[in-house]
């Protein structure tokens, strides 16, 4: 390294001694986990019944209105080009007529798209002609350049927060954004007050707050309720080196460094900045119309119930613990707790004195907390709930992705598969200790828990590092909890026409 390489490091926050740890990791790369088995119902998933549920819509109910501090976390940095790759194939293509089923598809139902009326002016401003003449003249390409280009929408660049995704009416058609500001109301404010965080890319920064701007008193009208709106940037601090394949650093066409953003798993950083007693964590394009948004509320309310409840019962402890008056009979019923409840096991744990076992058990409970919806598995893509094996022998609840699970053990593999749940990233979580005092989350990832993919820049191949995902290793050491909530929960937007589902028609 150069002096030159050492200045670009310090500007990015990035030390010399973490720089050259991540050049390592990519020659050692991360280890596999070990796993014991998925997690499933009554094997570390909590399914409820329904007057369960409405005790624990009760407890939450009952704790918001003390006034505790209530934020809704929304990462919402992720560009929308993914949703439009087939759509960009097709710009591409040799042929100039829709082909494939996805494109048959777009063309035959683009009445159906909340963002027709906008696509539909744009084109006449572009072309002078609608959407319905461009299809009968057969210029669907034109159609599709006026969505995806800057001449047009440009939704090929923007973040997916931003897209039209539901239409209500000519006159109310919504962003995911602003669906993210009505679930607020209906289950995440306290005290006539709603907190909303957006972590955000710098480029789109701007258009975001314009929709602030816009949109928020009218939402604030509608509710009777007053936003408090933030947004924060992934830090570049969290940039990770991208290296050669011989893992030797990747530089610029002008000899610099090249640095790629480190994956959701940066956002730990920006999670830690949250001053809340409950945040709730879900993905941007997770939202549907208002129709449906009756199971949403429902079952956010029961997993904080039972956040509320378990955290609790957690400090409970943990003030016997500290105080020093306890009997042996208490210390069972707190590892029945935290084996039960909490699902974290050590074998040997017979074995401690009462001396070593409060220490043990005082590290397990006073850690962050997170209660995460699993629904069933239906082969859509995302982490598994596993109770897997610390470095220490610990068995927990995780959510694993493929990536750290060794393809070569069969049996790993064959769990993987065949799962019965998967965490669609809904989470709710408790970030402050039984003193009021918030955890440093950083100190609670595992840091072995990242992984190594193929990337390329110019055309030329390269390797990039991957840090900890926020809900993956991010939250390794963290207290978990899995609740099994229904399918109807999870309705992503993986491709545009994904709108095209009835859970994204706002009009049944």
């Not at 009218?218 to 009777?224: I, L, R, W």
């Not at 990832?445 to 390797?463: H, P």
């Not at 590092?465 to 899995?482: K, R, Y």
Request: neutral net charge; hydrophobic residues 35%.
């Amino acid at each position: 390294m150069n002096q030159k390489d050492l200045n670009q490091i310090t500007e990015r926050g990035i030390s010399q001694e973490k720089f050259e740890h991540q050049l390592e990791q990519f020659k050692t790369g991360f280890p596999f986990l070990k796993l014991e088995e998925p997690a499933a119902v009554g094997k570390g998933i909590i399914s409820l019944t329904e007057e369960e549920q409405k005790i624990y819509i009760q407890i939450w109910n009952d704790y918001k209105a003390v006034g505790h501090c209530i934020t809704k976390f929304v990462p919402a940095s992720g560009a929308a080009s993914r949703m439009f790759k087939n759509l960009f194939a097709f710009l591409s293509a040799d042929y100039d007529v829709p082909t494939t089923d996805f494109e048959k598809l777009f063309f035959e139902k683009i009445t159906k798209f909340a963002f027709r009326h906008a696509l539909c002016n744009k084109c006449k401003q572009n072309t002078g002609k609608s959407i319905k003449e461009l299809i009968a003249a057969g210029q669907y390409k034109e159609v599709v350049a006026n969505l995806l280009e800057p001449k047009g929408l440009n939704y090929g660049q923007l973040p997916k927060g931003l897209l039209l995704f539901h239409e209500y009416n000519e006159d109310e058609i919504r962003t995911p954004m602003e669906e993210h500001l009505v679930e607020a109301a209906l289950y995440a404010s306290s005290n006539g007050e709603a907190n909303i965080h957006y972590t955000v890319s710098h480029d789109h920064l701007a258009l975001f707050e314009k929709i602030v701007e816009e949109k928020v008193p009218v939402y604030e009208k509608k509710f009777g309720i007053k936003y408090n709106i933030s947004f924060s940037e992934q830090k570049t601090s969290t940039d990770t080196p991208a290296v050669n394949l011989d893992n030797t650093p990747f530089r610029n066409e002008d000899g610099t460094l090249l640095f790629r953003p480190g994956g959701h798993g940066a956002l730990i950083e920006n999670l830690n900045a949250i001053d809340a007693d409950v945040v709730f964590i879900k993905n941007i394009d997770n939202v549907v119309p208002d129709r449906l948004k009756g199971d949403t509320v429902t079952w956010k309310q029961v997993i904080a119930g039972v956040l509320v409840k378990m955290q609790k019962q957690a400090f409970e402890y943990l003030k016997i613990l500290d105080s020093g008056s306890y009997s042996h009979l208490k210390l069972e019923e707190i590892i029945r707790f935290l084996q039960r409840d909490l699902c974290c096991r050590k074998s040997d744990i017979k074995e401690l004195e009462d001396a070593e076992l409060v220490i043990y058990l005082r590290s397990k409970l006073n850690r962050p907390m997170r209660v995460c919806g699993v629904v069933k598995n239906v082969g859509e893509p995302g982490g598994g709930p596993f109770l897997t094996y610390d470095q220490e022998g610990t068995v927990s609840l995780q959510i694993l992705e493929s990536s750290q699970i060794d393809q070569k053990n069969a049996k790993y593999v064959s769990m993987f598969n065949n799962g019965t749940h998967f965490n669609p990233v809904d989470l709710v979580c408790a970030t402050k200790d039984y003193k009021g005092q918030p955890f440093d989350l950083p100190k609670f990832v595992d840091e072995t828990t990242g992984f190594i993919s193929s990337k390329s820049k110019n055309g030329k191949q390269l390797k990039a590092l991957e840090l900890p995902g926020l809900w993956n290793g991010g939250m390794s050491n963290w207290n978990t909890i899995f609740v099994e909530v229904p399918l109807s929960t999870f309705n992503p937007v993986k491709t545009v026409n994904d709108l095209l589902r009835n859970t994204h028609q706002a009009r049944a």
